[in-house]
């Protein structure tokens, strides 16, 4: 879902340059608008680009804000902001639908049409999402699939596991994650978590002074690194890189009612 979601805001972005002359801050939006699954509020502000300049595929600065987008189904935004370097396409190299370049591109792929880029693409993105919204994405099939899929590595029978999860963000930078687990035939698991997170070179994500409880019982420190780990190592944002995006995370903050990230955006 996160790979999912960055290319959908890669795509977006390059949808805020229009191929077709005139371009101004409200075309611009409703170009953006277009490439989200859905956005309740949306602000874009064009700094410095003359509409020739514009026309030609360049843009000076370029600030977004957002209220409840959607880049993907399954997780509502409450917050997305993002403010771009100055943008420098070779439009006479579009061709085609950019959004469909993105979705069936492969991994040992650029995803943009080779020259599109002038400069590489840079963007700072702030995100907030709350935890009713993290909650509600917990809920949907897709997230529920991915549950499954490393519950069932290591209690097999993936099809017949039902999962019930929960999460709370607590106040001390930490959240708690609540499974619960019912197969036929055997008792309910219940798996509680309760853990702080980091990010290491802005690209993985590592679990801080995690406590890992199975039906009440707490697991061994070393039992719940390399559990972790076996879920942490799906999101290195590192494996962007084979589709010529970098991202890295600057900040990552839990409040007690949402999650706040800053991070850097570089697509070649």
């Known amino acids: 879902m996160i790979s999912s979601g960055i290319f959908a805001l890669v795509s977006a972005l390059l949808a805020l340059v229009s191929p077709v002359g005139v371009v101004v801050d409200q075309v611009v939006a409703d170009n953006f608008r277009s490439r989200l699954h859905r956005v309740e509020q949306l602000q874009v ?3 410095n680009a003359p509409n020739y300049q514009v026309a030609q595929g360049r843009i000076d600065r370029l600030r977004l804000a957002s209220r409840g987008a959607w880049l993907v189904p399954e997780l509502r935004l409450d917050i997305l902001e993002l403010e771009t370097d100055p943008i420098n396409l070779d439009l006479s190299r579009l061709s085609g639908n950019l959004s469909g370049n993105l979705s ?16 590489p693409l840079r963007a700072g993105i702030r995100v907030v999402a709350t935890e009713t919204d993290i909650q509600q994405a ?20 993936e099809a017949a596991i039902e999962i019930i999860p929960r999460i709370n963000f607590l106040s001390d930078e930490r959240f ?9 035939n055997n008792p309910p698991i219940k798996i509680d978590l309760i853990s702080g997170i980091t990010v290491l ?4 994500f590592n679990l801080e002074s995690p406590v890992l409880m199975i039906n009440g019982s707490p697991l061994p420190s070393s039992v719940v690194m390399g559990i972790s780990r076996v879920f942490l190592d799906r999101f290195d944002l590192k494996n962007l890189e084979s589709n010529g995006i970098t991202l890295r995370l600057l900040q990552l903050h839990i409040n007690p009612d949402q999650v706040e990230i800053a991070a850097f955006i570089s697509v070649k």
């Open 104 to 119: 069936g591109a492969n991994s040992s792929q650029s995803l943009l049409p080779p020259g599109l880029l002038r400069t």
């Open 45 to 47: 502000r064009v700094d």
């Open 201 to 204: 070179d802005g690209s993985q």
């Open 176 to 184: 708690q994650l609540q499974l619960d687990l019912q197969t036929p």
């Open 138 to 157: 917990l809920q949907s099939p897709r997230v529920q699939g991915l549950i499954k899929e490393i519950a069932s590595s290591f209690l097999g029978n």
